[in-house]
């Protein structure tokens, strides 16, 4: 039998960057058709802004392990929607996900196959456990960068497709300086 070496590995905590950690960069560019409103969108593109990093530790696909990963998601809108990930399934969908905060202020949008949305509010010390077969997307709704850590197997892959398609069936916005989640206009099932 062949082990693995543990991994020790402190997180700082005000950046949220981990040592050696794989770093992943994704820009507004790479949200195209993410966000409702068009016109904005277009707008902020002439900058290209970071909307957020992610670092992670990853082991092969395997039955059993264990990933993790740190995201720093900017603070941000686009016209009224405040910053987000892109949101997924798992390719193998029944796998399960914690998330942790760390720093800064906002939440994960979660949504079942068939559009139930649930709007979870995270802040530094939130646990969320995002359970088999929902979606889920963080959204930043604070004015500083929100950091937050994710522990998630190995084997369950990012399934973007229907997300990227449809979106969620709620949005995360800023309407007379509150921040409310309504109903997605453009979701269709
Ligand atoms: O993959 P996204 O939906 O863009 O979210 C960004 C990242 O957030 C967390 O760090 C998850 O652990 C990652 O698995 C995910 O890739
Ligand atoms: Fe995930």
Redesign the pocket.
């Known amino acids: 039998m062949e082990y693995k070496n543990p991994i020790g590995v402190n997180i700082d905590l005000e950046t949220g960057v981990i040592p050696g950690a794989k770093k992943?960069v994704?820009r507004l560019s790479s949200l195209k058709g993410y966000f409702l409103d068009e016109e904005a969108y277009n707008e902020l593109l002439k900058d290209d802004p970071v909307v957020?990093e992610?670092y992670?530790v990853e082991q092969d696909e395997k039955d059993g392990d264990l990933?993790?990963?740190?995201?720093v998601l900017y603070p941000g809108k686009v016209g009224k929607e405040f910053f987000f990930?892109?949101?997924?399934f798992h390719s193998k969908a029944d796998r399960a996900?914690i998330?942790y905060g760390i720093k800064g202020k906002g939440g994960m949008l979660l949504q079942t196959p068939e559009g139930k949305a649930e709007w979870i509010p995270m802040g530094p010390g939130t646990v969320v456990y995002v359970p088999p077969y929902w979606a889920?997307?963080?959204v930043n709704t604070g004015d500083e960068p929100f950091i937050?850590l994710?522990v998630?197997p190995a084997d369950a892959g990012?399934d973007?497709g229907s997300i990227a398609e449809k979106g969620f069936s709620k949005i995360v916005i800023e309407e007379n300086g509150e921040v409310k989640v309504v109903d997605n206009p453009r979701w269709r099932e």
């Open positions: 992943l994704r957020y992610v992670a990933n993790f990963a740190t995201t990930t892109k949101g997924h996900e998330y889920h997307r963080t937050f994710a998630y990012h973007y």
